[in-house]
């Protein structure tokens, strides 16, 4: 039995020998490894963070003591040392979820995994242990360097440093990577002390000195190391960015030393004031294929070969964001005006490409939507046309940016939505469901949902080509469908997909949604419904062919994969009711709830949308509620084609 197996919870760790750590770090490297290759998941930042975990949860005693991660991703190694190692199933239904989750574990305080958070978590948490008299409690906040390029970890710097009675320590760990190598001025500066020669070789002059004393040697140096650690960052003016904020500042701490990270942490414990422990780490580290990956050394992996790290599933088709790479540069080429933002993530929303073709095009802001937001305004303002790229889940952070400084000066901005809809093994935190809903509120802002990858390089010149509103384009996670060809294009860009022999139903779908739409109504009309599709493109506004198409039908039908509450259906219901159309309208979407980690088929079955349930639902509508099916509709099959006639069209 190895050492990680006996590992039930964080005071098991305080039996181990300094030997017994060291194997049981590799232990869990290995047993990462081996797991993540079968699941998928975060891998390379959490085999950067085993000893430094391993390190917190020996000097600290969580759950008494919050530990708060940023981002959650992060915390894998936490996990196993909490009592799950049941790997699994990691990011799947029933299984372990890929970020904190306070069902899971008392030890779990954050579920949220957008970034830069953690320190207003951290200091309210510790404001509140401090007014309830438990101030011999402490909070740990584990933090990403990445995660302190946005602007919310300096607001909360800042009222840390108010008060400086709370038990608060700040872990930073520094990879010089978030899903990139991390850029911008603090990104440099922590360069400049992760490789300051002063620093170094002070530091490893005066660490073989003690070792050429032997054991008694070692043994001391151990003991004054912190203290040797504060004297060297200052000697390096490591502490000149802390400085003024009055937070006490320890490190740079080797984040691979157990020992070392102890003693800095116990220090930091002890203190009794907020402070910093800059612990230096390495992103993948001890996973060879990882290390050689120099795009994001394993942030996030797919199933992989455990021992060369290559892919073992994948699809052959194109993905939507390899699409969106393709085109930009293609716009770009032809229109000088293009310039493109990212959040932090060039490559995962594909803007890499028009990076290495015009990389003085390409702005990335670090982990600060908001920036990027305000930032493409201004550019607009100069005459050029910003492409921002953020995941639809990270959109939600700006929009008040967008509301005010974008739409309000009436900008020329495309935001391009990654990962829009449902996006399954990530969980609630990463869903882009509320984009539809929380956008469409943006006055003159207008809305694209292409439904292939055709369709997806026509809206996106289109939506470079306004430049008096902002433009938003959505697009879901994985591979692009097929073609679907339309039947006829309506004159104000309105694609009809599939006209019925009757005039029934009008069923409205949602960019992807559009092949779930044409399968309804496949069931639909061998019932002898007639169902017409259409795929509006461009969802915001209405546009006019729609309202003018539900005055000719019975029922229409919305599909999208945000959710019901305030999304496209919503919107069309309003604008007939506007335009004094009383068709009725049933508005098809994802509800409005925090949506467990699950597969994306799984999520959608739930919310009632495949082609089944939807045709189950309208033959009981259109046929009239108490007239019965005739015979059970199985998965595969079309609606039964012998159920009574149609009965007149019911009222909104």
């Not at 290390?291 to 942030?299: I, K, S, T, Y």
């Not at 292409?450 to 879901?476: C, I, Q, S, Y």
């Not at 039908?557 to 335009?579: C, H, K, M, P």
Request: proline share 5%.
């Amino acid at each position: 039995m190895g050492i990680l197996e006996t590992i039930h919870g964080p005071r098991d760790l305080d039996r181990l020998t300094e030997q017994e750590l060291v194997q049981l770090a590799a232990e869990v490297r290995a047993f990462l490894v081996a797991n993540v290759a079968k699941t998928g998941g975060h891998l390379g930042p959490n085999l950067g963070v085993v000893e430094t975990t391993i390190a917190i949860h020996r000097v600290f005693d969580s759950p008494r003591d919050a530990i708060v991660f940023d981002t959650g991703h992060q915390s894998y190694v936490h996990k196993l040392l909490t009592g799950r190692q049941d790997f699994s199933r990691l990011r799947q239904r029933g299984g372990l979820a890929g970020y904190p989750q306070r069902s899971e574990s008392e030890h779990d305080i954050v579920e949220s995994s957008h970034a830069s958070s953690s320190l207003s978590w951290a200091d309210g948490i510790s404001r509140a242990f401090e007014l309830t008299g438990q101030k011999d409690r402490h909070v740990i906040a584990v933090v990403g360097d990445g995660a302190l390029t946005g602007g919310m970890t300096w607001e909360a710097l800042n009222n840390i440093s108010d008060d400086n009675n709370r038990r608060l320590i700040i872990v930073v760990n520094d990879n010089g990577r978030s899903y990139a190598p991390t850029i911008g001025g603090m990104a440099r500066f922590l360069n400049t002390v992760r490789t300051r020669k002063s620093y170094r070789n002070l530091y490893l002059t005066s660490q073989r000195a003690f070792d050429k004393l032997g054991t008694p040697g070692r043994s001391f140096y151990r003991g004054v190391r912190g203290g040797l650690h504060g004297f060297l960052s200052r000697f390096s003016n490591n502490e000149a960015l802390y400085s003024n904020l009055d937070i006490k500042y320890i490190g740079p701490v080797h984040g691979h030393d157990i020992e070392a990270m102890e003693e800095a942490l116990r220090q930091a414990k002890n203190y009794g004031a907020p402070v910093i422990v800059h612990a230096i780490t390495q992103k993948g580290r001890g996973y060879e294929p990882a290390l050689r990956d120099a795009a994001d050394q394993f942030h996030s992996v797919g199933q992989i070969d455990p021992e060369t790290g290559e892919p073992t599933e994948g699809s052959s088709k194109p993905s939507w964001t390899g699409v969106f790479a393709d085109e930009i540069v293609r716009l770009a080429e032809q229109n000088p005006k293009i310039v493109g933002i990212t959040a932090a993530m060039l490559r995962p929303t594909g803007l890499h490409k028009l990076a290495e073709r015009f990389p003085e095009r390409v702005h990335d802001v670090g982990i600060a939507e908001q920036h990027a937001a305000t930032s493409a305004a201004g550019l607009a303002f100069g005459g050029l046309h910003p492409v921002v790229a953020i995941y639809a889940t990270f959109m939600n952070r700006a929009f008040d940016q967008v509301l005010m400084d974008v739409a309000l000066h009436k900008a020329g901005v495309t935001f391009v939505l990654d990962r829009a809809g449902v996006t399954g093994p990530d969980g609630p935190s990463h869903h882009g469901i509320w984009d539809l809903a929380i956008l469409q509120v943006v006055p003159n802002i207008r809305l694209a949902a292409p439904r292939d990858g055709t369709r997806f390089r026509e809206e996106l010149a289109e939506a470079v080509a306004v430049d008096d509103a902002p433009t938003v384009l959505r697009f879901p996670k994985g591979s692009v469908q097929p073609d679907i060809d339309a039947v006829r294009r309506l004159d104000d860009g309105v694609d009809v997909l599939r006209e019925g022999e009757r005039k029934d139903v009008l069923l409205v779908t949602v960019g992807p949604m559009a092949d779930l739409g044409l399968k309804v109504a496949d069931r639909l009309a061998a019932q002898g419904i007639g169902a017409t599709v259409v795929d509006p493109r461009w969802v915001v506004p209405v546009p006019k062919s729609i309202l003018s198409l539900a005055a000719e039908h019975r029922i229409v039908v919305t599909i999208e994969d945000g959710i019901r509450v305030g999304g496209i259906g919503t919107r069309v219901r309003q604008d007939l009711r506007e335009a004094g159309i009383d068709t009725a309208v049933d508005e098809l979407g994802l509800p409005d709830a925090f949506i467990d980690h699950a597969s994306r088929d799984q999520i959608l079955e739930d919310a009632g949308l495949t082609p089944q349930k939807i045709a189950r639902d309208l033959v009981a509508q259109v046929l009239g509620s108490r007239v019965p099916i005739a015979r059970p509709l199985p998965d595969d099959s079309a609606v039964p084609d012998d159920a009574p006639a149609p009965v007149k069209k019911r009222r909104a």
